[in-house]
């Protein structure tokens, strides 16, 4: 099945914010910011950027005639900073003019003077200075002070993780127009239109009906636009009703990178006990997240950070602390996983510490704290339809773990500079937003009179495939082709207060009101076969390949027929559902209860081959066995297991973030961050389908897949310590990632001191 865009993409067709056609009298918009990190606003002159000719108005934080207020979770974000600076990079002044140009040369005539503060850039050290944004989350279970006792070993550690870019295709923009009645219409790269309207209502202090979003699709999100488009369109929308003109504004590249937060980077301190057969006891883990300057997503971050604290492993004593830090880098936010990786990345390092204090292999370990059917999560919930050992044993069978293991040891005997390495990493991952309410979506179908279809729901097209999938149960209900289905735009007035497009439930969520949609429907439409056949047996007409059955015999009434008759009976061929996921609820309190509808398992084999020389390495394989479920669009399902591994792989290994001590990314180029290339890929990829895995609470059976994989790549993590640890088998190794070439090449020789930041 081909995806529903395709065709349009190949060819350059599909439209984003800015191939958007615009009326004649727009302006476009640039972003002056904070050059300081930290800091307190003396001054700002504007009035040689407002000279400029093409200039049409420069606005700042007192031109908002609502809030200046964008938190969400906690209301510590300013959208124009007002008297403090908090993060280099943060919006100060939007200028608008009459071309981009000019935009951008106006901006740079602005002139700030900041009295500077003293800045926070890492995690730790903000924890030290009481710069806590939520007080500490903790989750535990089992009793962590008495079981210490009862375990053979005991290994305790520090692992780092750091920052992603998310590098979407499309820069963050919107395009705000003014409507009639003091209204507006923002056109916005979000995954939360319903989030754009509220922060833009906000700040224009409007009720939201009088705030239209529309969102055709994203050139890429991966969470970077859950929470961090609302800026962006709330400026544009700022700028067009003091103005009272459209108003247009594209972040560059660069600009983008400055501005937006980023991956938590988490700074992590565990202790493990096990005992001397490999038994998992104990955990006790604490998690310094880095936030960034104001909340955004983090508490919710940090939460599913504790959720996924012991991954795809039972443990019965554990206790986990999570600390949300403040400090003066640009507001860390939501990125693929959200939170789930940093948790398990930890735990992977605990396991492999313990397995070379112990001498025995991580593979060891991990095998027989695998989660069974029926094992509790720290926070009460237990895995049901557990696949965490099936697909382990599965990959197993297929690729053969030992024999993997003989080949390299054999090799790694015959090599003395170049070593390879294995690891294998199992990935559980839950799958509703953690937040209960959230979990709920609606859908609106309307049947033309000439049988076609239009969907709308609140679901985001990202290049994640939501469209396909929506259009998949469409055509499967109604029993029509899927060519007369068009999946709209998402827009605030055709579906109201939606979730964002995130936490992988979209299909799930959105796909499953649809379904409901289409269900009524589908009655009624019986109902209006039955009269036109008249017959009374309404049960036994069915519709089916675009046809009317009656008694399981074709009639003569297709599909079109059958719609244009609905419609002169009057009979309304437009329904709207509603859906929310049953069964979920969560104590935060307590953090006790069921907050997942189901979870998704998996397990990855990776083969790397390390050049001790250069500590440059290559990526053999990666083989995968993944419970889809019963994936609805294969295609998609497969393209998005391997686009998320190798997301993965890149967080784990090249993708550096560096900030200097005075809080300035440095890495704020493509030229300078390196995200994975098709060099760089796996040289082997293949993901395998878990057969007979049937999930109910999914859409159709198929289980959600966007997130998930992602975390296969901390096992490439593990298997290039693998090989380092075959080439200086006497040194122990730290557990900070990214683990670039270079790093790789400092830790196998030496003591040398990485460089010093300036
Ligand atoms: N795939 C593409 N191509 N582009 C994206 O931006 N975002 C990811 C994932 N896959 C993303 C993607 C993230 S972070 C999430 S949460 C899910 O898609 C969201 O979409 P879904 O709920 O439809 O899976
Ligand atoms: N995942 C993604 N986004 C979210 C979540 C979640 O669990 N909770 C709130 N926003
Ligand atoms: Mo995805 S991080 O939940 O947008």
């Known amino acids: 099945m081909n995806n529903y865009d395709s065709l349009q993409h190949v060819r350059g067709e599909s439209q984003f914010i800015d191939d ?28 040689q950027a407002r000279n400029l000719e093409g200039v049409k108005g420069i606005f700042t934080s007192s031109d908002i005639p609502g809030q200046n207020q964008i938190g969400g979770i906690v209301q510590d974000e300013e959208l124009l ?20 140009r000019t935009a951008v040369k106006a901006r740079n005539k602005i002139q700030i003077e900041i009295d500077e503060l003293p800045v926070i850039t890492g995690a730790r050290e903000a924890y030290n200075k009481g710069e806590l944004i939520i007080p500490p989350r903790i989750f535990s279970c089992g009793n962590i002070e008495t079981a210490w006792d009862k375990c053979d070993v005991i290994v305790e550690g520090e692992a780092e993780s750091g920052a992603q870019e998310h590098i979407y295709l499309e820069t963050q923009g919107a395009l705000a127009i003014p409507a009639e009645g003091g209204g507006i219409k923002v056109y916005s790269s979000t995954q939360a239109p319903t989030a754009v309207q509220r922060t833009v209502a906000r700040v224009l202090n409007l009720p939201m009906h009088k705030v239209e979003v529309d969102v055709l699709r994203l050139g890429g999100g991966f969470g970077g636009k859950e929470d961090q488009a609302n800026s962006w369109a709330a400026l544009a929308a700022l700028a067009a009703s003091r103005l009272n003109e459209p108003v247009k504004l594209i972040l560059s590249r660069q600009e983008d990178m400055l501005m937006t937060g980023k991956r938590h980077p988490y700074s992590s301190d565990f202790k493990i006990g096990l005992t001397n057969d490999g038994k998992i006891i104990a955990y006790e883990v604490t998690f310094y ?22 991954n795809s492993y039972y443990i019965p004593n554990v206790k986990a602390t999570g600390l949300c830090c403040r400090t003066n880098l640009p507001p860390n936010t939501a990125f693929r996983g959200f939170g789930g990786p940093q948790a398990m990345f930890v735990l992977e390092s605990a396991i ?84 209960t309410f959230m979990n709920q979506a609606s859908a609106l179908v309307h049947i033309y009179s000439d049988g076609s279809v239009g969907i709308s729901t609140g679901a985001v097209e990202m290049g994640q495939g939501v469209n396909e999938k929506i259009r998949q149960v469409a055509s499967t209900i109604l029993s029509i082709n899927s060519d007369r289905i068009k999946i709209e735009s998402s827009n605030t007035t055709r579906a109201a207060n939606t979730s964002p497009t995130a936490a992988s439930s979209a299909a799930d969520l959105n796909g499953k ?6 269900r009524d429907l589908i009655e009624r439409l019986k109902k209006t076969s039955s009269e036109i056949l008249n017959v009374k047996e309404h049960n036994l007409v069915e519709i089916k390949e675009e046809h009317v059955f009656y008694k399981n015999i074709k009639t003569g ?10 419609f002169l009976k009057r009979v309304s061929l437009s329904s709207q559902a509603h859906y929310s996921t049953p069964g979920i609820y969560f104590d935060k309190d307590k953090s006790k209860g069921k907050a997942f509808s189901y979870y998704s398992y998996g397990t990855a084999v990776i083969e790397i081959t390390l050049d001790c020389m250069l500590g440059k390495y290559e990526i053999d394989s990666v083989k995968i066995m993944h419970d889809f479920g019963k994936s609805l669009v294969p295609a998609v399902d497969r393209r998005q297991a391997e686009s998320a591994l190798i997301q993965g792989i890149g967080w784990m290994t ?57 975390m296969y790549g901390i096992g490439v993590y593990f298997a290039l310590t693998n090989a380092m640890k075959s080439f200086r088998p006497d040194k122990q190794f730290s557990f900070s990632a990214p683990l670039t070439p270079e790093k790789i090449l400092l830790s196998l020789y030496s003591n040398i001191k990485e460089p010093a930041i300036p």
């Open 352 to 435: 492999y510490k313990a397995a070379e204090k112990m001498g025995i292999e991580p593979i060891e370990i991990q095998k027989i704290n695998l989660l069974s059917e029926g094992d509790e999560f720290p926070y009460s919930q237990r895995a049901i339809n557990c696949h965490a050992r099936s697909c382990w044993e599965n990959l197993d069978k297929k690729y053969n773990y030992a024999g993997i293991q003989k080949r390299i040891a054999a090799y790694n005997l015959e090599n003395t500079i170049s070593k390879k390495g294995f690891a294998i990493m199992p990935v559980c991952f839950g799958i509703s937003f953690t937040n």
């Open 557 to 566: 009434i297709g599909w079109d027929e059958l719609i244009n008759k609905a």
């Open 81 to 100: 900073a007002a008297d403090k600076v908090m993060f280099a990079g943060q919006p100060v002044a939007i200028i608008a003019a009459s071309d981009q």
């Open 513 to 518: 009101a649809v379904e409901l949609a289409c």
């Open 289 to 310: 997240q880095n936030a960034g300057a104001s909340a955004d997503l983090s508490p919710a971050i940090l939460d599913r950070t504790l959720f996924h604290t012991t």
């Open 654 to 710: 090249i993708e550096e973030i560096l900030f200097s001590k005075k809080g300035q990314l440095m890495t704020n180029a493509l030229s300078t961050y390196k995200v994975p290339d098709i060099q760089f890929t796996p040289k082997e990829i293949e993901v395998n389908f878990l057969e007979n895995s049937y999930n109910p609470m999914g859409i159709f059976n198929s289980k959600a897949i966007g997130e998930p994989p992602l």
């Open 20 to 47: 958007l056609i615009v009326p004649e009298n727009t302006l476009f918009a640039s972003v002056f910011y904070s050059p300081s990190a930290h800091g307190i606003i003396k001054s700002i002159y504007l009035s």
